[in-house]
């Protein structure tokens, strides 16, 4: 079943648990701060549930927990990845701006796949070049809308950003942009996308440079 939440709501106490089992939904709505509410007690995610973060405002943020599949909806506010999150499941981006890594680096691999659907993802957005390396990999990639950008570092001419796709890469719409924002300035700043299956293109956009490497 599916369950929102439009208003801020306090799930279980700080002895309590908050189970979403499997097939199950829960679709944060709404605005207001979330990290003594929604995330209270303890939380158990299977790893074939859902969570989706809709409308999260200046007082939300996304929690550092082990997730199954998860869904960013959230148009409001841009957002950065905690610096311990586990996804056991798939990763959607439908709209709003996520990032990856804004300053700290950080290594994740998700148990299931990437789309983005819209919206914009930076694997490393870092501002006034305050950002480090960025590895994320995953199953198989697809983009159908929105943006992908690998490396958005402004400044700090050594961050790498890597995207590792064991899988397939499908993209259909949208933008992949692997332009390292230093590649003009400096030779150690990177974007890395390994494509371990097979790349199939009908349509979107992509760009890349000589700090680009594709294999």
């Known amino acids: 079943g599916i369950v929102q939440a439009n208003d801020l709501s306090t799930i279980a106490h700080t002895s309590g648990a908050f189970t979403i089992n499997a097939g199950g939904k829960y679709i944060l709505n709404h605005s207001l701060a979330n990290g003594t ?11 074939t549930s859902t969570f989706e973060y809709q409308n999260l405002g200046a ?5 550092a927990i082990t997730y199954g599949n998860l869904i960013w909806n ?15 499941g798939n990763l959607d981006i439908n709209a709003g701006t996520l990032n990856f890594v804004a ?32 590895v994320l990999t995953v199953n198989n990639l697809t983009i159908s809308s929105g943006n992908l ?19 397939n890469f499908i993209m259909s719409g949208g933008l992949l942009d692997m332009i390292p924002t230093n590649a003009a ?19 979107g956009t992509l760009k890349r440079t000589n700090n680009t490497a594709v294999g």
């Open 37 to 47: 509410t929604t995330f209270n007690g303890v939380e158990s995610f299977a790893a």
């Open 185 to 203: 300035t400096s030779t150690n700043c990177y974007a890395y996308l390994n494509l371990y299956g097979d790349f199939t293109w009908s349509g």
């Open 74 to 88: 959230s148009s409001s506010t841009a957002r950065t990845f905690p610096a311990a999150i586990t996804i056991n």
């Open 149 to 167: 950008y690998l490396n958005n570092d402004n400044g700090n001419w050594s961050a790498d950003a890597s995207l590792n796709v064991n899988g």
């Open 59 to 63: 007082g939300g943020f996304i929690s």
């Open 103 to 134: 300053t700290v680096a950080k290594t994740l691999t998700i148990g299931g796949n990437l789309t983005i659907a819209g919206g914009t993802f930076y694997l490393l957005n870092g501002p006034d070049g305050s950002a480090d390396d960025a």
